[in-house]
């Protein structure tokens, strides 16, 4: 089983490196040979790689990933706090969902863009915008899982707790919120994603410290290699995080697996 697991994980790592490999020269071609040749502001692949080769020995990009890095991961721990309180009290409390449902299927549709001129004259340019923004684009996947996975728990594990006289409070903390940790680790994962986002757009879009306002910043200087080699290191940064996300995910199910068997 070992075995196949690992020749598994290198294929699927072969297919991965083949497809990159694809894309690059297919860039290169596009934009030497190709359609796309001689285009003023389209970068080739090679003078793009090779400035994100560079930007390694920046220190002024190094900052510009801590902030953006600081950005996300503030907006996101808002967002888990805020996602899981309000998503286990309208998932597990019908009157705190009438209540508060009008006003989440109100908010959730409405972009972060949206808003972004009012939260910029209110705060500015600022890493605050940023969280604000990472904030408000992550909370509401987190939510929706919550409140998904606190409904679908399994009636008969509910009928077991009933039929050991466990209390409501054991019963939520024992049955209910374990049951439910396969949706919230899913809406971490999608709420990651949104965070990185909408703080690379802060910069990008508002002028807020961090990778977008390096990119901004070469974009206004007509550097398109420049500008590109960010935008590569924005989805490095973003595929690093899935991976870690993904390597939780896996530990978090195995464990909670190898406790059912124990109990």
Request: glycine share 10%; aromatic share 8%; net charge neutral.
């Amino acid at each position: 089983m070992t075995s196949r697991r690992i020749t598994s994980g290198a294929q699927n790592a072969a297919f991965g490196i083949s497809g990159a490999l694809i894309w690059l020269v297919s860039w290169q071609w596009f934009t030497t040979a190709g359609p796309f040749a001689g285009i003023v502001g389209f970068p080739t692949m090679t003078g793009s790689v090779a400035q994100t080769l560079g930007l390694i020995w920046e220190s002024s990009f190094w900052a510009a990933v801590g902030e953006t890095l600081k950005m996300a991961f503030a907006g996101l721990g808002i967002a888990v706090v805020i996602g899981m309180g309000i998503g286990l009290l309208t998932g597990l409390s019908r009157r705190s969902h009438e209540a508060l449902d009008p006003t989440i299927q109100f908010l959730r549709p409405l972009p972060p863009v949206v808003i972004l001129p009012l939260v910029l004259l209110v705060l500015g340019p600022t890493t605050e915008l940023g969280v604000f923004l990472a904030a408000f684009g992550a909370v509401w996947p987190i939510l929706v899982q919550v409140q998904a996975g606190v409904r679908d728990v399994d009636p008969i594990a509910l009928d077991t707790a009933q039929s050991m006289s466990l209390s409501w409070f054991k019963t939520q903390t024992a049955v209910v919120i374990p049951s439910a940790i396969p949706f919230i680790i899913t809406g971490v994962k999608i709420a990651v994603s949104a965070a990185l986002l909408l703080a690379i757009a802060a910069g990008l879009l508002a002028g807020a410290p961090g990778l977008g306002k390096l990119i901004l910043i070469a974009q206004e200087a007509n550097q398109s290699d420049l500008a590109f080699g960010l935008i590569l290191w924005s989805g490095v940064l973003g595929a690093s995080l899935a991976l870690i996300l993904a390597w939780a995910e896996r530990t978090l199910v195995r464990g909670r697996r190898a406790l059912e068997e124990y109990l």
